[in-house]
């Protein structure tokens, strides 16, 4: 079955310090690949998405991901953090259905503590 | 352009109850889908609506329905309130005609239902 594995529920790193958010994925097919922020009292805000070709990602708000296939992986990372960056973070695989339209499968999260 | 909008913000219902939260897709989208997200989890799927029917089913018992109206907002209904159905309901939205990055999914910021 698909599903998707955030090995750390919570991470604190000191702002300016680089940070690095990991996820495993299982997916029987190419996987379509997700990172979503979710801040206090929000929704999710899509920071970046992989469906095909560089495997290096970059997105909003100065985060970046890898696609790793030999690893089922697909880590967040960011040089600096701000501490604006606390929040939950979501990883999730896109699984198709028949007519080709997807669902969501969401990772149990991992939530960033900045220290200033 | 307004993204996806969702009423209530928060609802407070008894065991036994029903209750009705509402959707507003993003401009130009015509598929609404719909999370449940239970505290300290992620979002799971519950169903996803497009031409006014229900395309694809989570988990979920037949408690919840939903419903969706030709202007293309969206309704879930959950009959007969558990405490365990308390939770944040995430409504996402999406062009469902094709696949690949039209299907991204814009969300909103939910409604937090407790269930006392």
């Known amino acids: 079955a698909q599903s998707v594995t955030q090995p750390d529920i919570h991470i604190t790193v000191s702002e300016g310090a680089s940070l690095e958010l990991r996820c495993n994925y299982s997916y029987g097919a190419t996987p379509y690949l997700f990172w979503y922020v979710q801040s206090p009292g929000q929704g999710l805000q899509l920071l970046l998405k992989y469906f095909s070709g560089d495997t290096l990602v970059q997105g909003i708000k100065g985060f970046e991901a890898e696609f790793k296939r030999s690893q089922s992986s697909f880590n967040l990372r960011k040089p600096s953090v701000h501490w604006s960056d606390a929040a939950e973070y979501f990883c999730a695989v896109g699984d198709w259905f028949s007519g080709g339209y997807n669902k969501l499968i969401f990772g149990a999260g991992t939530r960033l503590a900045v220290h200033p | 352009d307004a993204g996806v909008t969702q009423s209530p913000t928060h609802l407070i219902k008894t065991r036994g109850q029903q209750v009705t939260l509402r959707c507003s897709p993003k401009?130009?989208?015509?598929?609404v889908s719909w999370y449940q997200q239970a505290l300290g989890q992620g979002p799971q799927f519950i169903f996803q609506y497009y031409e006014e029917e229900e395309r694809q089913r989570g988990n979920f018992p037949d408690r919840f329905s939903g419903h969706q109206f030709p202007n293309y907002s969206s309704e879930l209904n959950v009959n007969a309130l558990l405490l365990g159905d308390s939770a944040l309901y995430l409504c996402?939205?999406?062009?469902?005609?094709?696949?690949?990055?039209?299907?991204?999914?814009?969300f909103g910021p939910g409604t937090r239902l407790t269930v006392l």
């Open positions: 401009s130009g989208h015509d598929t």
């Open positions: 996402a939205s999406s062009l469902g005609a094709f696949g690949g990055s039209a299907n991204e999914q814009f």
